[in-house]
């Protein structure tokens, strides 16, 4: 319990304006101030604004989310409407509990 | 949309002559073009194949996304066909790993906006005109929902057509060939694209018979029958169009010889030049004898010539051969002659067919032999055989090839003369060689059965070897039985006695005669003397006979002179008869 609780560091690699990326976007907003309030920062790349970087960092599918940190660095795709999924890839615990 | 943009469709060559050929020019461009089959059937490396090619040969860089296997491990595995990739990947081929992670979690939908706008960047990084996309259905499979499928594959199918690249997407397919494919999105991609394909890999008899078809190509004809093909050292090699070339043969009455003096004469002058010859025979029948003087005669003349044998090593049909003093080694040596052996029995005829082809191409052969032909029927290949050796005459025909094959018959009677592939029907000399025996002995005769557009001889010969080389001697038919061998020569000797007394009679015949004639001509003198004598003695009488007369007037004129009278006048009237 004293341990301060670590910080979310989350990259969203979306593709412009598609629906699965606004989707995307909107769970992503919403399961970190529902489950990580306070804890989390989150990147945005547009893969058709800056291609490269899809290429270099080998995401080419979209959505994508990185969670950078805490360790191990994980990648979920999709547009994050499975909530459940995503919280056991984090190890995070549903609310409720 | 009008014909003549049908007509005019832009095609873009895969390199790979064999499907260049059947789709009549290459896949569409700027078009997507959809390659299906089992694992392992040979979709990356003809996909990747066709990359390459368009980089090398038309000067076409293209990307290569690969969902399935690692970028560096498909490299690595072409780099045994000789492609050279490491210099391409430089400037003009991209390998796109995008293998999806095992440790991938889900939740919810994706699409491929991302990947395509990644691509995009690095196609306009690159000029690339072409675009293979690996394994398609891998991605496609994570989806999990038809309808995404479809959405995703007609995004890409847009993406494509909006770019003008040429495309291939393979993906995989199970159960029958030739179905369509029983999931609903692979089906989808089928009607959607310009160009399919399938490829099939099926064991016949333990033998790995690769086919390829196309199935559709809008606005374009092409070959409909399934192709073989083979994965060997430069890649995918398509057998092509099964159709027969049609091409004009240069028609030429220019003969070369068998190698067997008298069987030129039997064929009156020997084989057709370019002309296709079959042997056919029991084995042990000196088939592979007269293969070889072929090939003798054929480099005597210094014609570039391959000998291809399925029975035996190189080194086996030179010691063999040489046996009935052909010596085909000081040829093989000069590179005048190419002995393989295509003894490797587990291969398709296809590939045989294939394999021939390029030797003969190689070694640039104005003569061939094959030995026997009737091999490429082995091994579960006999359904196709018919077909290949159809094509190989056809080939051989147009590249003015001499062909001289041999075929083991399956009957040993002669009387069933037809040959197990049928190739008799295409050959155009047809010479059989069978066994007669007979009173304890085996012989081997000779026959020409059939030879297109040339008189030929209609009489069986004995066919006999020996250590001087092939002889070709006249059978003895003696009531109506044909005699070989010992017993031919028995009769032989028979015959030369009784020609002996024959002879020997006519002599005396002939010494007779001259008695009489010398006899006659003896007579004919001693009369013709005989007659000179008798006119001689006539002369005489009658010159004596004048001389008394004039000595009867002389003596009356001198008695007339004697008495006075007037002399001359008288004598003159006196001595006039």
């Known amino acids: ?97 | 949309m009008s014909f003549g943009v049908y007509g005019s469709i832009k095609k873009c060559q895969t390199g790979i002559v064999g499907l260049d050929e059947m789709t009549r020019g290459g896949i569409p461009q700027g078009r997507a073009t959809m390659i299906q089959g089992s694992a392992g059937s040979g979709k990356t490396v003809l996909a990747l194949q066709s990359l390459v090619n368009g980089a090398r040969l038309h000067n076409e860089p293209g990307i290569f996304v690969a969902f399935e296997e690692n970028p560096q491990r498909i490299a690595a595995n072409a780099a045994t066909f000789g492609w050279d990739l490491a210099a391409l990947q430089k400037k003009k081929l991209f390998f796109l790993d995008a293998q999806p992670t095992p440790d991938l979690v889900q939740s919810g939908s994706f699409d491929l906006g991302g990947m395509l706008a990644a691509i995009e960047g690095k196609v306009k990084e690159l000029g690339a005109r072409r675009i293979v996309f690996d394994a398609l259905d891998v991605v496609l499979g994570l989806l999990d929902d038809p309808a995404a499928e479809r959405r995703e594959i007609y995004r890409l199918h847009e993406w494509l057509l909006e770019r003008g690249l040429t495309a291939i997407i393979t993906t995989k397919m199970g159960g029958e060939v030739g179905t369509l494919p029983t999931k609903a999105p692979a089906s989808m991609l089928q009607f959607m694209v310009d160009c399919a394909m399938t490829l099939n890999h099926e064991m016949v008899e333990g033998v790995c018979q690769r086919s390829l078809r196309v199935i559709k190509y809008r606005g374009s004809s092409f070959a409909e029958n399934q192709s073989p093909f083979l994965i060997g050292e430069i890649g995918v090699e398509v057998a092509g169009s099964r159709e027969l070339t049609g091409r004009t043969v240069n028609v030429t009455s220019e003969r070369v010889s068998s190698g067997v003096p008298r069987l030129d004469t039997m064929l009156g002058g020997g084989y057709f030049r370019g002309a296709s010859v079959l042997v056919t025979g029991s084995p042990g029948t000196a088939k592979s004898t007269l293969c070889g003087a072929f090939a003798e005669a054929a480099c005597i003349r210094k014609e570039r010539t391959l000998f291809v044998s399925f029975d035996s090593d190189p080194a086996e049909i030179v010691r063999n051969l040489a046996s009935v003093n052909i010596r085909l080694d000081r040829f093989e040596k000069r590179g005048l002659l190419r002995l393989v052996s295509a003894r490797t029995g587990l291969i398709s005829a296809e590939m045989h067919f294939m394999r021939i082809r390029a030797l003969a191409r190689e070694q640039k052969a104005r003569c061939l032999v094959i030995d026997p032909v009737s091999s490429l029927s082995k091994h579960g290949n006999s359904p196709i055989t018919h077909s290949v050796v159809e094509r190989l005459t056809d080939w051989v025909k147009s590249e003015g090839i001499t062909m001289v094959c041999s075929s083991l018959l399956d009957s040993v009677t002669p009387e069933v003369e037809s040959t197990p592939l049928q190739i008799s029907t295409i050959a155009d000399t047809w010479i059989h060689l069978s066994y007669l025996v007979h009173a304890g002995e085996r012989n081997r005769a000779l026959t020409i059965i059939k030879s297109r557009g040339t008189e030929h001889s209609n009489q069986v010969r004995e066919l006999m070897l020996s250590n001087a080389g092939i002889t070709l001697t006249d059978v003895y038919t003696a009531g109506g039985e044909v005699l070989m061998g010992t017993m031919r020569w028995e009769m032989e000797q028979a015959e030369l006695a009784k020609q002996l007394v024959v002879q020997t009679e006519s002599r005396r015949q002939l010494a007779d005669l001259k008695l009489a004639e010398v006899d006659l001509t003896g007579r004919l003198k001693a009369l013709e003397c005989e007659l000179e004598a008798k006119r001689a003695e006539r002369d005489v009488l009658k010159h004596s006979d004048v001389l008394h007369q004039s000595g009867l007037v002389a003596r009356q004129l001198e008695l007339r002179g004697l008495r006075g009278a007037d002399a001359r006048k008288s004598v003159r009237t006196l001595v006039k008869p």
């Open chain 1, 1 to 97: 319990m004293s341990q301060t609780p670590a910080i979310y560091r989350f990259r969203l690699y979306v593709a412009g304006e598609g629906p699965n990326s606004l989707q995307a976007r909107a769970n992503l907003h919403a399961l970190c101030s529902e489950h990580l309030p306070d804890r989390h920062q989150i990147e945005i790349v547009d893969v058709v604004r800056e291609p490269r970087r899809a290429l270099e960092d080998n995401v080419l599918l979209t959505p994508t989310l990185v969670k950078l940190s805490p360790e191990p660095v994980r990648k979920v795709i999709g547009n994050l409407s499975q909530t459940p999924a995503i919280l056991q890839a984090f190890d995070l615990r549903p609310a409720s509990q």
